[in-house]
């Protein structure tokens, strides 16, 4: 079946460094969703990118997607101890109509 | 406006009872999803609802169900409960289908 696959599992940063997190389907997606969960939270919604190659930016944080509608990236410029917390991707199967989330990306950003 | 809305909070259940879980999406939503949300992964898909009717399934057993009323709040029930159903069950809801999903606190469900 559909798989989404997110790395890293982990990332350490100091304040300020930037965070990338890397996101792969298994299946071509009709589009990419990205959540932000807090600990003891709820997934936030961030993001839909649909168009290949599409870019997005958020203050702080720029969203891509790619050509091929298979993968997709989360990027924070300069980190803060707010963007603490897990990154999920999630994507629609052109396929099957399913959203399928990631493992997520876990993001400790030390003062 | 309020979001999406969950209850109960907190469930504890013995091994091969049942569970009804309730939520309300937020106001003019008319899709509903709810997924499994194990600690350290991310959520797994269990079902989706528009419009009152079952638009996908995820791969969970029969004993899983859920419905959509005419208000468009779901319930997802539980039959049989295992130990590995212990778990936060989200519900989501969304305008249309599986795009951008606001997500409720949850359920946090224990099963001994």
């Known amino acids: 079946g559909q798989q989404v696959m997110q790395i890293p599992q982990y990332q350490h940063v100091q304040e300020g460094e930037d965070f990338t997190t890397y996101c792969n389907s298994s299946?071509?997606?009709?589009?990419i969703q990205w959540y932000k969960q807090r600990p003891g939270g709820h997934p936030v919604f961030l993001i839909q990118l649909v168009k290949s190659g599409e870019v997005k930016k958020q203050k702080r944080l720029t969203f891509q997607f790619g050509e091929a509608k298979k993968n997709s990236s989360l990027h924070i410029t300069a980190t803060q101890t707010t963007d603490v917390g897990t990154y999920f991707c999630?994507?629609?199967?052109?396929?099957?109509?399913?959203?399928?989330f990631g493992q997520g990306t876990t993001l400790q950003v030390k003062p | 406006d309020a979001g999406v809305t969950q209850s109960p909070t907190h469930l504890i259940k013995t091994r091969g009872q049942q569970v009804t879980l309730r939520c309300s999406p937020i106001s003019g939503h008319k899709s509903v999803s709810w997924y499994q949300q194990v600690l350290g992964q991310g959520p797994q898909f269990i079902f989706q609802?528009?419009?009152?009717?079952?638009?996908g399934r995820g791969n969970f057993p029969d004993r899983f169900s859920a419905r959509q009323f005419p208000n468009y709040s779901s319930e997802l029930n539980v039959n049989a409960l295992l130990l590995g159903d212990s778990a936060l069950y989200l519900c989501a809801s969304s305008p249309t289908g599986p795009n951008e999903q606001y997500f409720g606190p949850g359920t946090r469900l224990t099963v001994t």
């Open positions: 299946t071509t997606l009709s589009n």
């Open positions: 999630a994507g629609v199967s052109s396929n099957t109509g399913k959203l399928i």
């Open positions: 609802y528009y419009e009152k009717e079952e638009r």
